[in-house]
Nanobody, 115 residues
Framework: QVQLVESGGGLVQAGGSLRLSCAASGILFSFNAMAWYRQAPGKQRELVAGISTGGTTTYADSVKGRFAIFRDNAKKQVFLQMNTLKPEDTAVYYC?????????WGQGTQVTVSS
C-alpha cells in the first residue's frame, strides 16, 4: 500500500521561504518519477514541480526560479524548497508520483502566504 506523508507547511509572509518534505512508503521509490502538486481553494489541483528518476526537474511557469524540487532515494523522500513566496502560492501541497496515482493522495500540507 502506497503511503505519502507531507510535512513542512505553515504560515509565512510574502517573500519568505519554506521547505516541504514528503516521505514515501509502499513503492519502489527510486523507480518512480515524483512530483509536488497543489490545490488552492476553488481551483483544480495542479502540478507544481516534478523530478524524474534520473533527477531531471520540471516546473510550472508560475514557480520557475523560485521553487526547487529534489529527492533522496535512500530515504525515500522528496522535497520542495520554496523561496520568494507569494500570496498566490497559498494552497494545500501534495506529493505523488508523476503521473499521480489517484489512490495515493495523502493529507497534504497547508501553505499560507500572507501579504
Amino acid at each position: 500500500q502506497v503511503q505519502l506523508v507531507e510535512s513542512g507547511g505553515g504560515l509565512v509572509q510574502a517573500g519568505g521561504s519554506l521547505r516541504l518534505s514528503c516521505a514515501a512508503s509502499g513503492i519502489l521509490f527510486s523507480f518512480n518519477a515524483m512530483a509536488w502538486y497543489r490545490q488552492a481553494p476553488g481551483k483544480q489541483r495542479e502540478l507544481v514541480a516534478g523530478i524524474s528518476t534520473g533527477g531531471t526537474t520540471t516546473y510550472a511557469d508560475s514557480v520557475k526560479g523560485r521553487f526547487a524540487i529534489f529527492r533522496d532515494n535512500a530515504k525515500k523522500q522528496v522535497f520542495l524548497q520554496m523561496n520568494t513566496l507569494k500570496p498566490e502560492d497559498t494552497a494545500v501541497y501534495y506529493c505523488n508520483t508523476d503521473p499521480a496515482r489517484s489512490a495515493s493522495w495523502g493529507q497534504g500540507t497547508q501553505v499560507t502566504v500572507s501579504s
